[in-house]
């Protein structure tokens, strides 16, 4: 005997979205939450310091910057990857959501020559309170990228044989890997002045 699972393309009465929005919408609530702890924690920490270095003086602003454009244009692309499946374009949906994780593959790149040359002037999240919460926020973040990057992928190579059968089922897939990805660009938007501007 199957079930049918409702509400997977259409809104539910009560929420007015659709299951799987209702359910990135929780998980991100619970990010929220992590990321707000942390976002709490160095402030407490900087606050209740006697003296806290500036970011602009000990680490990479040009990188980070890049990293900053990088990401935003990878929101861009990810709207735009949705949107052409929202237009009955498929192959414009794989340019775009090709593109979006080449981007991620970019931040990562960038950030591994950033962390690399922490290390190499032995740097570490040992080193101090700045430098601990530094590494522990943006390595967090780079998690989050790599699991994007794991989700999308497996999108637009296996699941993606969903457009033949369910067309509205996978577009909204690709709108929920959407805000999740915007949510790691989000949390970049606040780590890039709090750690390196401020």
């Known amino acids: ?23 990135i919408w929780l998980f991100l609530g619970s990010e929220v939450m992590l990321f707000g702890a942390l976002f709490s924690t160095l402030i407490l920490l900087r606050v209740g ?23 935003i244009g990878s929101s861009v692309t990810m709207v735009m990857a ?17 593109a979006t994780i080449a981007l991620a593959f970019v931040f990562l790149i960038v950030k591994g020559f950033e962390y ?49 059968t369910n067309k509205e089922q996978f577009a909204n897939r690709i709108e929920c890997a959407g805000l999740y990805w915007h949510f790691v660009d989000l949390v970049w938007i606040f780590l890039f002045p709090i750690l390196y501007l401020l």
């Open 1 to 23: 005997m199957s079930v049918e699972i409702k509400y997977i393309t259409d809104p539910h009465p009560v929420t007015g979205v659709y299951n799987g929005k209702l359910g």
């Open 116 to 164: 690399g040359a922490k290390f190499e002037h032995h740097i570490s999240p040992a080193t101090n309170n700045f430098y601990a919460t530094y590494f522990t926020m943006t390595g967090l973040h780079a998690l989050h990228i790599i699991g994007g990057i794991i989700v999308n992928v497996y999108l637009l190579v296996w699941g993606v044989k969903m457009w033949e």
């Open 49 to 71: 310091a006697d003296s806290w270095p500036h970011g602009w003086e000990l680490l990479n602003i040009p990188l980070a910057t890049l990293n900053t454009f990088v990401l």
């Open 82 to 98: 949705w949107a052409s499946l929202k237009l009955d374009n498929l192959g414009g949906f794989k340019a775009w959501f090709g």
